[in-house]
């Protein structure tokens, strides 16, 4: 067999694992973002809703995709179970296994939304929802063949198609959920929620910084030309510059040279190469990374003000950074490389505003889908669940007790003493 | 206590007439504290006897250097000429001045620089000793209870004992120039109130938010850098408006940093003579003020950060001339 083939099947495998193991990075970004009596849940329901997921896309969420259909969504392939091969191209069952790890990464953004407040059983219900009729239709638009992708719209590895969709949905989310208690004054003044490990959120970033290069890099889908390696660059190079802009920019707006906003920038960074990385120059990238590591500042400081709660900061980081970030190439793409990768040069090499246009038309409209079609789920869900929220004792108790019965940290939570079963 | 409850309807009622100078206010807040201490050792002399040695009570931080607010916290302390025996007594008196303090509406002090703590409260000899330990260690913990120190003045009783205490303090620092070094160290780090693109930082979170701590991030620089002068030139004087005056003719740049501290004292006052407790007089809402104001206020932080840095430069030139 081509040993080439070979090769682009086990490089996509291995950015396969590399784009699961960001979860392992959310884990810890999320919890070490959030307080201390929410930590346990918060990291075991990710390791659940993988789970849950995982069979979702399985059963139907790759044939919404991928399958034979139309240019709104695919209808084939569902119970996916493939192990023939064509011997050129990508296994079909590699290719699903890489991209039900770039489904799960959307998921997951989502419940960013939720954190620190969402009953349980909310994550049980969205997570089967949104895998349905909210992610595999936007990937269909773009990468499925869709009606999008007939445009030419450039979203590499998925600044729109995962990023800003799981926003989205995380927008809706802690819309309808509103403000976790204790965010907000009664003058309307906003309080710092801080999270209780700075060391784990760090960790976190850095994490999902190397499982970056599986998703970004891994999207060349193969070795050939070893252009995997520019990709990695600029998605390198992005990441640094986002970290380096934050933190400069939030200390020359505050003073501080705040910890968490500069690990948001390097995400941001990544979030906004992410679609562009296979289209720009290096000097791009960094330009690319630099703005969004600007705007996830200007961001979360937005969304404070606006009272909306967005607890580890799903919408600046994958939200606003993704629109920035899917809109670059309207800009920065040049002409050699969007002809290797697909649609038109950007507006600052002669392109006009066409790319920036298509880029636009597909921010607005994916995000608008994402969106609405989030919010009425979660209205319908917290109609028939009575409400997508636990109580406020719950919520002040953490829900590592509330949904699961037992504390992250049980040492350091107080009168728990008598909860122990202990035998000596 | 009936007395208590009365000096602090006194203070109540006359508090508005001085509150918009810094110089009345300070000689109310003075008389206030020594009537409230004079009762206070009356009480503990009628419960205890009376003083078994000749004692005085001195005060520190914004009170000793005659710069309190409308409200203000304690720090103070008592030096006792007497055998280490007598020192229950005296922490009793301690503890009693800052109950009645506390009664008549001073805040107990965070730190605990009160007399009622033995570290605050002790003979003459004992305050020596800890004056040299305080040097011997030259810590940041150790020195920064020295700058505290410092800025004090006897409010009742014979003002020679403290007096006797800062001739010692001078005299370790003549010994030893480095100390000077330290003690900048001890309070260079600025919590600075204005931003890389000349805008105000107000607190953004919480009960704080958009507000400015006066205290820290206008108030200190100038604070610091004088008593750094004072120490330098040995100048007893606690007032960090008094210290100007004493030392411009010397120092030449000073005279520009005066007028704007004056204008910081009554600005202050202008801002807070209605708030209700100590926890909120240091706070300035950034909303409140005119485009003017804040202007004025930039500068006189601005003003503050150059007024350290070239305070701190003369110094450290004359340790270095001083080792060569």
Same mark, same amino acid.
């Given at each position: 067999?081509d040993s080439v083939f070979l090769m682009n099947n086990l490089w996509v495998g291995i950015s396969a694992v590399l784009v699961l193991l960001m979860q392992?990075g959310f ?30 896309f399985?059963?139907?969420g790759y044939?919404l995709i991928y399958?034979?259909?139309?240019s709104?969504?695919g ?10 091969t064509m011997?050129e191209g990508l296994a079909g069952s590699v290719d699903f296994f890489f991209q039900l790890a770039f489904a799960l990464i959307a998921l997951t953004i ?16 969205? #997570? ?7 992610y595999p239709v936007v990937a269909h638009w773009i990468w499925g063949g869709g009606w999008l992708s007939e445009h030419g719209k450039q979203d590499f590895a998925g600044s729109t198609v995962v990023h800003l969709t799981g926003a989205m ?36 970033v850095l994490i999902l910084w190397i499982g970056w290069f599986g998703f970004n890099a891994g999207s060349t889908f193969g070795v050939e030309d070893a252009f995997f390696g520019y990709v990695a660059l600029n998605t390198q190079l992005a990441a640094g510059a986002g970290a380096v802009a934050a933190?400069? +920019? ?14 948001n920038g390097a995400l941001a960074g990544l979030v906004a190469i992410t679609a562009s990385c296979a289209f720009v120059a290096p000097w791009a990238a960094v330009i690319i990374g630099l703005i969004g590591g600007l705007i996830v500042?200007?961001s979360?400081?937005? =969304? ?10 799903a919408?600046s980081v994958h939200g606003a950074a993704g629109i920035w970030g899917t809109l670059s190439t309207g800009f920065f793409a040049t002409p050699e490389l969007a002809a290797m990768n697909g649609g038109m040069e950007g507006l600052l090499y002669g392109g006009g505003f066409h790319q920036l246009g298509v880029q636009i038309l597909g921010v607005a409209s994916s995000g608008?889908y994402a ?5 009425? %789920? ?17 919520? %002040?108790?953490?829900?590592? /007790? ?18 122990? &079963?202990?035998?000596? | ?26 000689? =109310? ?18 419960? *205890? ?8 009570? @001195? ?5 000793? $250097? ?12 008592? %030096?006792?000429?007497?055998?280490? !025996? ?8 301690? !503890? ?31 305050? #020596?000793?800890?004056?040299?330990? *305080? =040097?011997?260690?030259?810590? *940041? ?28 303090? =001078? *005299? ?9 070094? $330290? ?30 701590? /006066? ?7 100038? +604070? ?6 004072? /120490? ?15 030392? !411009? ?10 007028? /704007? ?6 600005? $202050?006052?202008? @801002? ?8 909120? +007089? ?40 001083? &080792?060569?």
């Open positions: 067999m392992g884990i810890l970004l999320e919890a070490g973002s959030t307080r201390m009596k929410n930590a346990g849940h918060v990291a075991g329901k990710t390791v659940f809703t993988i789970g849950l997921g995982t069979i979702v399985w059963a139907v044939g399958g034979e259909g139309n709104f969504v209808l084939s392939n569902f119970f996916y179970g493939d192990y023939t011997g989502a419940f960013g939304g939720f954190a620190e407040r969402a009953k349980l059983s909310a994550y049980v219900v969205f #997570a089967i929802l949104f895998s349905v009729f909210v949905a995380a927008l809706a989310a802690t819309i309808i959920l509103k403000p976790r208690i204790g965010k907000y004054n009664k003058d309307g003044s906003a309080n710092d929620l801080a999270g209780h490990n700075q060391v784990y959120t760090a960790l976190g933190m400069f +920019v939030v200390w020359a707006l505050t003073g501080k040279a705040d910890i968490p906003t500069t690990l500042v200007f979360m400081k937005f =969304f404070d003000k606006a009272k909306i709660d967005d607890p580890i900061f919408l608008l969106f609405v079609v989030s919010f009425v %789920i979660l209205k319908i869900m917290s109609v028939v669940m009575r409400s997508l929220r636990v109580s406020e004792e719950e919520e %002040i108790i953490g829900l590592d /007790l509330s949904e699961h019965g037992s504390y992250g940290y049980p040492e350091n939570m107080p009168n728990q003493n008598q909860n122990q &079963n202990t035998s000596a | 206590m009936k007395e208590y409850d009365q000096l602090k309807s006194w203070r109540e009622q006359n508090i508005k007439t001085v509150s918009g100078d810094s110089i009345k206010l300070n000689e =109310f807040h003075d008389r206030l504290i020594i009537a409230t201490v004079h009762v206070a050792i009356e009480k503990v002399k009628s419960e *205890w006897g009376p003083a078994p040695a000749r004692f005085s009570f @001195f005060i520190m931080g914004s009170a000793g $250097r005659s710069e309190q607010s409308v409200w203000s916290d304690q720090d103070h302390g008592i %030096i006792y000429q007497g055998p280490e !025996e007598v020192n229950p007594y005296f922490l009793k008196l301690g !503890e009693e001045i800052s109950n009645a303090l506390f009664a008549v509406g001073y805040d107990f002090c965070d730190g605990n620089v009160m007399a009622s703590n033995p570290r605050w409260c002790k003979s003459t000899a004992a305050w #020596a000793d800890q004056l040299h330990d *305080w =040097f011997d260690n030259e810590s *940041w913990e150790s020195l920064r209870h020295f700058s505290t120190f410092f800025d004090s003045r006897v409010l009742v009783g014979n003002e020679e004992y403290l007096a006797e205490l800062k001739r010692i303090a =001078f *005299w370790r620092l003549e010994q030893n120039k480095n100390l000077y070094l $330290r003690l900048i160290e001890n309070v260079s780090h600025i919590r600075k109130g204005v931003g890389l693109f000349g805008q105000l930082l107000p607190n953004s979170y919480g009960d704080e938010a958009g507000t400015i701590n /006066l205290k820290e991030k206008v108030f200190f620089p100038y +604070v610091n850098s004088l008593r750094l002068l004072a /120490l330098w030139e040995k100048l007893t004087e606690p007032s960090t408006l008094v210290r100007f005056k004493r030392l !411009e003719s010397t120092y030449g740049y000073l005279e520009n940093y005066k007028n /704007l501290f004056i204008i910081l004292l009554n600005y $202050r006052l202008r @801002f807070q003579h209605d708030t209700k407790s100590y926890e909120k +007089v240091h706070l300035l809402e950034v909303e409140r003020l005119t485009r003017k104001e804040k202007q004025e206020l930039k500068q006189m932080m601005k003003n503050g950060y150059k007024l350290f840095s070239d305070t701190r430069g003369i110094i450290e030139k004359g340790v270095r001339l001083e &080792n060569k």
